[in-house]
């Protein structure tokens, strides 16, 4: 039996491109610095790249899962361009306070809980003890013992964080 990878898990909107209110098209996408050298880093470590984001946009209606998909395509496209291969995209479209009735869901998918990331690990033979997930936001502390989080300063989480940049988590990759 092949023995289990570990994974740089990172959110999206806010830890590898800027946030912005609900982006979905190429050009609402501007690359957070340091995000390509993060990720050449954990490739060279031996790390798998998976992102892991909330989309409740689909669930209020603001753009379609198509949409996400179609930027998840660009976004590898843009990675590839740097000589960086993202091993999965994994993205919740539901909210239980949604506006499309499809996607009005609690779901277990959602971020804090560790839906995306079991779906992943099972997917892509992860060892979650291992592995790092980065984030912006305190809904990116996954529910998941052993795994490493860490908190990136942003505009929703001013004190509490871990880091100030990506900068910062690039040391601690081992």
């Given at each position: 039996?092949?023995?289990?990878?570990?994974?740089?898990f990172?959110?999206?909107?806010?830890?590898i491109?800027?946030?912005r209110?609900y982006?979905?098209?190429?050009?609402h996408i501007e690359?957070r610095p340091?995000?390509?050298?993060?990720?050449r880093?954990?490739?060279?470590?031996?790390?798998?790249?998976?992102?892991v984001?909330?989309?409740?946009g689909?669930a209020?209606?603001?753009?379609?899962?198509?949409?996400?998909?179609?930027?998840?395509?660009?976004m590898?496209?843009?990675?590839?361009?740097?000589?960086?291969?993202?091993?999965?995209?994994?993205?919740?479209?539901?909210h239980?306070?949604?506006?499309?009735?499809a996607y009005i869901?609690?779901?277990d998918?959602?971020?804090?809980?560790?839906?995306?990331?079991l779906q992943?690990?099972?997917?892509?033979?992860?060892d979650?003890?291992?592995?790092?997930?980065?984030?912006?936001?305190?809904?990116?502390?996954?529910?998941?013992?052993?795994?490493?989080?860490?908190?990136?300063?942003?505009e929703?989480?001013?004190?509490?964080?871990?880091v100030?940049s990506?900068?910062?988590v690039?040391?601690?990759?081992?």
């Amino acid at each position: 039996m092949e023995p289990k990878s570990r994974a740089l898990f990172l959110d999206r909107d806010g830890v590898i491109n800027e946030d912005r209110h609900y982006p979905y098209k190429p050009e609402h996408i501007e690359f957070r610095p340091g995000i390509f050298d993060l990720c050449r880093c954990a490739v060279a470590k031996g790390y798998k790249l998976i992102v892991v984001t909330n989309q409740a946009g689909v669930a209020k209606g603001k753009f379609t899962e198509e949409d996400v998909r179609a930027l998840h395509v660009w976004m590898r496209e843009r990675f590839a361009d740097e000589s960086i291969a993202i091993t999965a995209f994994y993205y919740c479209p539901f909210h239980k306070n949604g506006t499309v009735p499809a996607y009005i869901k609690d779901s277990d998918c959602r971020k804090p809980r560790p839906g995306m990331l079991l779906q992943a690990a099972e997917e892509h033979n992860i060892d979650l003890a291992r592995s790092l997930m980065v984030g912006d936001k305190n809904s990116d502390r996954i529910e998941i013992d052993g795994l490493k989080c860490v908190i990136l300063r942003s505009e929703y989480v001013r004190e509490g964080y871990d880091v100030e940049s990506l900068d910062e988590v690039v040391k601690m990759l081992k």
